[in-house]
């Protein structure tokens, strides 16, 4: 039976899952696969920690180069993390010629022009399904099962930690710091969260797979983020009135004027599949000229879950050198020199529904004067909450809007926020009322 | 450029929606391929339909087999179905050493051992990513994603025709066979619906779908079918008050004793995500050692959905062709060699949790007769539910058990139904509390 060589450098939560998987389901892979896939190295700092998993003797490694320059090595598996050696051993790896395989989305992210057209130039595969959604095989339908298809747009839950959040917020009506702290309890959040609550995580995979959806160049910086930090229980209990959920969106459009990318917090409807998302779970609607919506669905990160999606590519990728076909699919889903520059909307020119909620004294005409002012931006109003009457101290006015333009949106609000009458910064969330259609 | 030529046989919905595609997303592939797909020809028995489609003069024949014979023809797109002139035509296609693409669950269902094998033999391609839940990806993420996963079982809404009846009873409280007639009238169920609410399309696709799971063969007729016409407004309404929705699906758990695959209606929990997919729509769940849950959801059915999976199907099969990779991944899952005979559990012998809905007179003793019956036959009952009493007739009393056999089941109903105090047939109805589980 053949053999194919492979190397994983880095063997924290999600390496090791890649090793168990590969040696405790040696025999299942082989009958799949008609050859032997050998994890000949495995480097790690820390070779003495038990990991659960047994490796023969001289697999477990410190010198990631060594293994990189391992001329006997196939496939490299970089599980490391982050922007330095791992973008280092990942350069090294294809100019040595050897395939490669990870899960770094915000090295892949932010450099993935670069190292794309290394490896293209190399003639070597990279496979990188795992690097967003988890166990979702969202890559893999955008780049092969939807090929015949032009995409126009996505909307995504691609960060486990943030749907815990809201979902906890909402289920139990408690604050963000509160659901945060438990998130943390329960290892469903870092000690430092901000990657992940600020959308930045979120913004990391909505740029992989904009770029491989619309066949173009993507820069990060382009994307707008907004995290979920300032989500509070009386907006989600507002939302629930009017039949919304609030999730944290990557949110991707093909449009004439060019593509929206944006990462924020949304109000969509209750029926939306994406509100029933609910936990660490992930999932992704693509909608397509021909396939109308798909969705996906699944754990978005974890060991197991993970690990199975970096197998795929392993085997996806050993399968091309068995029969010769490396680059068989182009890495970022067209041919190389049909890579489109294609510009990314600046934020404050999307339009899209609006949820305000502003805090004001409660006085006879604060409404008329709200009003106006969005009237004067163009801003059309849907519908006015005003809770009741409050002898002292503020309440809130709570306004839905039709489709505005979001330049208009805070130019209004700016105007809004300087009048005596209005107490504390006015609370801005978007709203896709049917983020099926464009 | 290099140039795939594809011969289309049947251009009825899909075909034409196939067509559609290659011509109008001529450049689209290009870009993505890098190479040109050509419909040289297509064949139909009706040429002179207007499909809404343009095709170059020449490119419509009548004849089916001039396609399948043409030497310059790479890639044959089966799109006529059924088991008659569609087998032929293929057998003869992977004769002549061309690939293939077909949607034909049928055909599939019940002669795909013999059409793997000589496909194998023959060393071509055979796509049939479109013969199971339209544009879901899901044979490529059995096939391919879950490839270094052990698969335990699958739970799939398959049938769009099913699924838009049970929604229609469960939303609007009507009867299966008004329910029908108007998805006869609008489209979504054929004049003649059996193949469809009796759940043999279904089990068709099921029978893919295992065999595909588990890397065996799989004999259509041991899958055991029940439709969804004996479905009462009366029973959709007990559902939801024990919180429950039902649905027509497939089932196959991957067990100790043998592989569970089976098809019929169950009652699943409101908060399971497939709960939640109404009208049209199909889903599917994949449970996996590693990756736990994944669900997929799209258009099961429909021209340009179910045509965008065969499309994604050529470019696979024409990237096998350009790099030299045909059989780049065996048909069937695993290697042809490792293809292993596994039994087909009959239905007696699997165990689930059942809900009855007797019609008994209405006096003393009546819930002491039958629970009695169903301890002696080891059936543990979880809840009884007897509705208000009435002066004359019957009234039903309904019963929620843990796990019980099939078997055991079936002899205790028997015997109640035998009673003097029971009127009518007993109605039974599975329950899958957790349908993740095993």
């Known amino acids: 039976m053949k053999k194919i060589n492979i190397g994983l450098l880095g063997c924290g939560t999600v390496g090791t899952g890649v090793a168990k998987i590969l040696i405790e389901n040696k025999q299942l892979l082989e009958s799949r696969v008609g050859a032997s896939l050998i994890l000949k190295n495995v480097a790690d700092i820390d070779i003495k920690k038990d990991r659960g998993v047994v490796f023969d003797k001289g697999v477990l490694v410190t010198d990631a180069y060594k293994v990189v320059d391992d001329p006997e090595i196939d496939i490299i598996v970089e599980m490391i993390g982050g922007e330095g050696i791992a973008k280092e051993l990942i350069l090294k790896t294809i100019s040595n010629k050897k395939q490669i395989v990870t899960a770094n989305k915000a090295l892949l992210a932010a450099h993935g022009n670069l190292i794309f057209k290394a490896a293209y130039t190399q003639g070597v595969d990279l496979g990188f399904e795992a690097s967003v959604g988890g166990c979702m095989p969202v890559i893999k339908s955008i780049r092969e099962s939807l090929v015949g298809d032009r995409i126009t747009s996505m909307s995504g839950i691609l960060n486990g930690t943030c749907n815990y959040i809201l979902s906890k917020s909402t289920n139990e009506g408690i604050a963000f710091k509160d659901a945060l702290a438990e998130a943390q309890a329960n290892g469903f959040a870092e000690a430092d969260p901000t990657l992940d609550v600020e959308g930045i995580d979120t913004a990391h995979k909505l740029a992989i797979l904009t770029s491989l959806a619309y066949g173009m160049e993507i820069n990060f910086n382009d994307i707008f983020i907004e995290g979920i930090s300032k989500i509070t229980p009386i907006d989600i209990e507002f939302a629930d009135q009017f039949g919304f959920k609030i999730k944290l969106l990557a949110i991707s459009k093909n449009r ?33 000229e021909a396939v109308g919506n798909i969705m996906l669905y699944g754990f978005g990160a974890g060991m197991m879950p993970t690990a199975s999606a970096v197998v795929g590519d392993i085997v996806d990728i050993a399968r091309n050198l068995l029969s010769g076909a490396t680059q068989r699919i182009p890495l970022q889903s067209c041919q190389t020199e049909n890579i489109k520059k294609i510009p990314v909307m600046p934020i404050d020119d999307i339009s899209t529904n609006y949820y305000f909620r502003f805090s004001v004294v409660d006085s006879p005409g604060v409404l008329s004067k709200i009003s106006g002012i969005l009237g004067n931006h163009g801003i059309s109003i849907k519908s006015v909450h005003q809770k009741g009457r409050k002898s002292t101290g503020s309440v809130p006015i709570v306004i839905l809007t039709h489709l505005a333009k979001e330049f208009d949106v805070k130019t209004a609000l700016s105007e809004i926020e300087s009048l005596d009458i209005v107490r504390d910064k006015p609370v801005l969330i978007r709203v896709e009322e049917n983020n099926y259609s464009d």
């Open 256 to 288: 004439k004027q060019g593509v929206e990318a944006r990462v924020h917090p949304v109000m969509i409807p209750a029926d939306n599949p994406l509100s029933n998302v609910n936990g660490s779970l992930n999932a992704i609607t693509i909608s397509g």
